[in-house]
């Protein structure tokens, strides 16, 4: 299994970015999916999690402006951030396979997940 996420980089406040995380070898059937992100110096936050079939769960940060989705056809899930600021600079990671409910936050890469990405850095700036 590979997840590889990409669609990071360099934006204002108030725009907006699409974050993939591509799946190889990885069935979405009955999956369960989180994006956490880093921001210097901190653990792994969580910020959406997803099992299939359900709504998606957000932390409260990104309630009304982070919206995550799944194409099973695709193999991806996606993170839509719109009104970025630069609050939500951070590496952006997804994983896959969780022992437990969602950590609220873990060390990035932690066996709590069976699957991460390498991350994709977002960075918001004016």
């Known amino acids: 299994v590979q997840l590889v996420e990409s669609g990071g980089g360099l934006v204002q406040p108030g725009d907006s970015l699409r974050l993939s995380c591509a799946a190889s070898?990885?069935?979405?059937?009955?999956?369960?999916m989180a994006w956490y992100r880093q921001a210097p110096g901190m653990e792994c936050e969580l910020v959406s999690g997803?099992?299939?079939?359900?709504?998606?769960h957000y932390e409260d940060f990104a309630k009304g402006r982070f919206t995550m989705s799944q194409d099973n056809a695709k193999s991806t899930v996606y993170l839509q951030m719109n009104s970025l600021m630069p609050e939500d600079t951070a590496v952006y990671y997804c994983?896959?396979?969780?022992?437990?409910?969602?950590?609220?936050?873990?060390?990035?890469?932690?066996?709590?997940?069976?699957?991460w990405g390498q991350g994709t850095q977002v960075t918001v700036s004016s």
């Open positions: 997803l099992i299939s079939n359900e709504d998606p």
């Open positions: 070898g990885y069935s979405f059937d009955n999956s369960e």
């Open positions: 994983a896959a396979d969780p022992n437990s409910p969602w950590a609220a936050q873990l060390p990035c890469g932690d066996d709590e997940f069976r699957y």
